[in-house]
């Protein structure tokens, strides 16, 4: 044991269900380099939450502080299955007992605060981690749908009050050049890595340097930014402290108490997260070849022959050296195709007589190690009805042919006809990127999501390899036909009723009368 201490420090009104997943998650850190002490403030109005506070210091082997508000003051906070309400009443309750678990924090002479909210739940590793990046002021990362049926966002920003992109000072944006940098920005926030931000809270490891310089959550006069976390990070700014979060170690929000039934799927998640100790050992692995590369093309497919199968054949055969086709059950004439337009390419065809689609991990765990078998340099992963743009053919080869990355992500737009793709709430793939074209590491231990459908191409921690992404785009033909879309309604309807691994509102967008449709443009710059 070290002689680093770390002060946990927590304002606490919660429900009883969600306080009891962030007590366990407390008791699960490893703390082998560290000594860990608490620090509660009781704002409890449910009972159970009191009783749940005080068993867990009576049972705890560490040092458990918990403290009573001087006034129980409780109007001014509610929640629902919407969203949370504060007033600025609430707002400032909540920053007094922040600023006193400071106060506590440096009387005491701890090392380092964690400031955390209690209703997050935070990896074992988190604090060992965020202490070995030897930062001042570092978050770990968390996303919220802020508002359902949304996308989830993080809880850190780059300026302002919640504003996610970058900007220099007087320069002037369209709103499409905003949005495209925000998204930017947010998938940066999806690889593992340590990133500085304008903005953070709720999960943040503080240093003592730090706190005995002044930072605290006391309003600032002059600004009017709503939220405690905002005053803290622009005091934090002007004493001269940069603000990072890091993202190797996702917490996970229980924002609704519905969110409670994927806390498990959390936990499952987390065991394919590795620290960047284990990548870099990892990485002294690793292999990358700048010419000769052997492109393999490794596809599911189940009775295409009378959609893009053939289409999509003739194209990839242009730059393939191999292919590796599941085909799942079909009953048409699809192994005669790929038979057929493959000739003269090494083809391993793997033949499911009975489809295993309903089980999703498991079939994309078999075209995995099917894939890996033929020993490929690169795997593209593109299903039987997703082509990629005609520009793929003159630059796949440049992608492949360099030994920094390993992985690249591309954007895929649902076409909803042969010249058209969807943009809406509901359906903006385009706007974000997915990994496509991958290098095969061998010594890399490669893990899977644990879910049943919507569990990923790849292997889940992909992102741990040196990766990019490519301009390049992807045409998914998989919603085109109006007949297609219907039956698809159906069978995600069918298996995932309650939309627990997908999005149940965007299943039954799928049978808009009139969806915002945008032509598809060839971009003529690339070469």
């Keep these: 044991m070290t002689d680093t201490r770390v002060l946990i420090g927590s304002p606490i009104h919660q429900q009883h269900l969600i306080l009891q997943e962030f007590l366990t998650a407390l008791t699960e850190i490893k703390n082998t380099t560290f000594s860990i002490d608490y620090l509660f403030i009781d704002d409890n109005t449910d009972q159970q939450s009191i009783h749940l506070l005080r068993e867990f210091s009576d049972h705890t082997p560490h040092q458990t502080k918990i403290l009573k508000p001087s006034h129980m003051n409780h109007q001014g906070y509610a929640r629902d299955e919407n969203t949370h309400i504060w007033n600025h009443q609430a707002i400032w309750k909540v920053a007094a007992f922040k600023n006193r678990i400071i106060d506590y924090a440096i009387k005491e002479e701890y090392d380092y605060l964690f400031l955390i909210d209690s209703d997050l739940i935070i990896h074992p590793n988190t604090i060992k981690h965020l202490i070995q990046m030897e930062k001042n002021i570092i978050s770990t990362i968390f996303w919220t749908k802020w508002q359902p049926n949304t996308n989830p966002l993080p809880q850190v920003w780059m300026k302002d009050e919640y504003t996610l992109y970058p900007s220099a000072l007087g320069e002037q944006l369209s709103d499409e050049e905003k949005n495209r940098r925000s998204m930017e920005f947010i998938n940066t926030l999806k690889n593992p890595g340590t990133y500085e931000v304008g903005g953070l809270g709720a999960c943040t490891l503080i240093h003592a340097n730090a706190l005995k310089n002044g930072v605290n959550f006391n309003p600032i006069q002059n600004i009017s930014f709503w939220g405690e976390d905002r005053h803290f990070c622009v005091r934090a700014q002007a004493l001269g402290f940069q603000l990072f979060v890091d993202t190797h170690y996702p917490a996970f929000h229980i924002y609704r108490s519905s969110d409670l039934n994927e806390v498990q799927e959390y936990k499952d998640e987390n065991t394919v997260r590795i620290s960047p100790i284990e990548v870099n050992e990892i990485l002294s692995n690793r292999t990358g070849k700048t010419k000769n590369n052997k492109l393999t093309l490794s596809m599911i497919m189940k009775n295409e022959a009378s959609r893009y199968l053939e289409r999509i054949l003739k194209m990839h055969r242009n730059y393939i050296d191999e292919a590796v086709i599941i085909d799942d059950g079909s009953d048409d004439d699809s192994i005669a195709i790929c038979q057929k337009l493959l000739e003269g390419i090494p083809l391993h065809l793997v033949q499911n007589h009975e489809s295993t689609f309903s089980n999703e991990i ?37 992608l492949m042919n360099q030994s920094d990355m390993d992985l690249y992500s591309f954007r895929l737009y649902d076409m909803w006809d042969e010249e058209n793709y969807r943009e809406d709430k509901y359906w903006k793939s385009h706007q974000s990127y997915r990994p496509f ?25 992909i992102f741990h390899l040196p990766n990019t992404t490519s301009s390049l785009r992807i045409k998914h033909f998989g919603w085109a036909d109006e007949e297609e879309r219907a039956i698809k309604y159906k069978r995600y309807l069918q298996l995932d009723p309650k939309g627990e691994f997908g999005w149940l509102a965007q299943y039954h967008s799928i049978l808009d009368k009139q969806p915002k449709l945008i032509k598809w443009e060839e971009d003529n710059t690339k070469h």
């Excluded at 079939?363 to 743009?389: G, H, S, V, Y």
């Design 362 to 398: 498991e079939l994309r765990k078999q075209q995995w190690e099917e894939t890996i078998k033929t020993n490929p340099d690169w795997i593209l992963n593109l299903d039987a009805d997703e082509l990629p743009e005609a520009a793929f053919t003159t630059e796949v080869t440049n």
């Design 437 to 461: 074209l991958l290098r095969y590491q061998p010594h890399f231990d490669y893990k899977w999501q644990k879910k049943r459908l919507h569990c990923g191409r790849f292997p889940a921690n």
